[in-house]
């Protein structure tokens, strides 16, 4: 029985050792991975020369079953507002004028944005947000292979300076970042899906957004994309009611 295991120990190790000196997949770095997606979403170039952008479409807020068009404008370095008019319940604003963010809702009427809400709202501002990923984050690692829905993608792991830390999956055949998760206090872990890609003015831009958490499901689909529109900054600014 001794010899029994002794033997059946040595097999073990001798299995553990041999996994052990495996070669591990190759995983691309980190910053390969992010030069790949500028390249995939038409170059840096391309990208910086965009100062504005307008898309229209519509939204449908699976969970409750609302749909209304929407529009959605940015404009750099760092400014958010996207107006919807959900049918049966009314209009949803929100806006980031660089400093301020905020939401207002037929139920709850205007708030102000802070904390972790606020955060990620600075960091979806940046009209060059995916040439700035690095910058954006204390720390980014490349944590391994999976899917994407369907799609074999790389995931890259972020640790923001304040919140918890976010998911990113790049398609590992294009380059483009085709998901995106991260943990919200209202809606648990919500997971974002880019899709439809096409190229506008250079830059493949999602036509179709997909989000989804444990409470609040949403579907974005665009219509029209427009760069270099002249925006005015008031557009962006809180409401005074």
Not at 107 to 134: C, I, P, Q
Not at 201 to 222: A, N, W, Y
Request: aromatic share 8%; proline share 4%; charged share 25%.
């Amino acid at each position: 029985m001794k010899r029994f295991l002794s033997l059946s120990v040595l097999t073990l190790a001798l299995a553990a050792l041999s996994l052990a000196q495996q070669k591990a997949p190759d995983l691309p770095t980190l910053d390969q991975i992010l030069a790949k997606s500028i390249e995939a979403a038409g170059g840096q170039a391309a990208q910086e020369k965009i100062n504005s952008t307008l898309l229209k479409g519509a939204l449908e807020v699976v969970t409750y079953g609302l749909s209304g068009p929407m529009e959605l404008y940015t404009k750099a370095p760092n400014k958010l507002y996207m107006h919807t008019e959900l049918a049966n319940y009314g209009e949803v604003l929100q806006g980031f004028d660089g400093q301020t963010g905020w939401v207002k809702t037929p139920d709850a009427g205007l708030r102000e944005m802070s904390g972790a809400e606020l955060v990620r709202m600075k960091r979806n501002a940046d009209t060059h947000r995916y040439l700035h990923l690095k910058e954006q984050y204390a720390k980014m690692s490349v944590t391994g292979k999976g899917k994407a829905g369907a799609v074999d993608a790389y995931i890259v792991e972020a640790q923001p300076a304040e919140g918890d830390p976010e998911k990113f999956f790049f398609d590992a055949q294009t380059g483009l970042l085709v998901r995106t998760e991260y943990s919200d206090p209202q809606n648990g872990q919500v997971v974002v899906s880019l899709e439809d890609f096409k190229a506008v003015d250079g830059v493949m831009t999602p036509f179709t957004i997909r989000q989804e958490g444990s409470s609040l499901s949403l579907l974005m689909k665009f219509t029209e994309v427009r760069h270099n529109l002249d925006i005015d900054d008031a557009k962006f600014a809180k409401p005074a009611n």
